[in-house]
């Protein structure tokens, strides 16, 4: 069974500075697909940034990029420049790769880290 | 585009009880899937839904069950309800065959409570 494990329940960071969240997880898998996700207070989830396992490139999305280490199983996410608005719970989520060819829907989430940005 | 619509946002029940949760997805999107949010179990997979099938299920209790519709809309329904039953009930959709299709797209939720 695949789990995943986020070992900062809360952190914080000054607005405009950079944060890393940290994110490790287990498989017995070789594709895969990770994934941040955002829950802002009282607001839906919405994706931040997706990485498939069979991609050694980083994935970034503007302000988000993800450092991939595949043999170590770790998945950290970093928002450069912070913004009042990226103040949320943060989940790192693990999906295996379908054998239909599409979503499984069946995401594994971490307990999440949550983010407060200070002005 | 419409996003993924949750019916009710909020409800109260009471043990014993039943309750029925529905969502309507993104329009195109066949694949529905349930999470059930709680704050000391986290979010947990419930049961995934494409072409009126459930194709994959987590493990909970008989009493959640689900069903999709041919419009793709999903409903789940949870039986003798327990005070531990009171959590956040995401529904999620996604693309299917596109390059895109497992990335899930969160309704709002519907925030259930157990008296």
Redesign the interface.
Known sequence: AQTVTQSQPEMSVQEAETVTLSCTYDTSENNYYLFWYKQPPSRQMILVIRQEAYKQQNATENRFSVNFQKAAKSFSLKISDSQLGDTAMYFCAFMKHSIYGGSQGNLIFGKGTKLSVKP | KAGVTQTPRYLIKTRGQQVTLSCSPISGHR???W?QQTPGQ????LF?Y?SETQ??K?NFPGRFSGRQFSNSRSEMNVSTLELGDSALY?C?S?????RR?????????SRLTVL
């Open positions: 694949s529905v899937s999470y986290g979010l947990q997979f995934e494409f194709r994959n987590g995401l999620a996604s693309p299917t065959l596109d299709a497992n990335v899930l797209t969160f309704g709002a939720g």
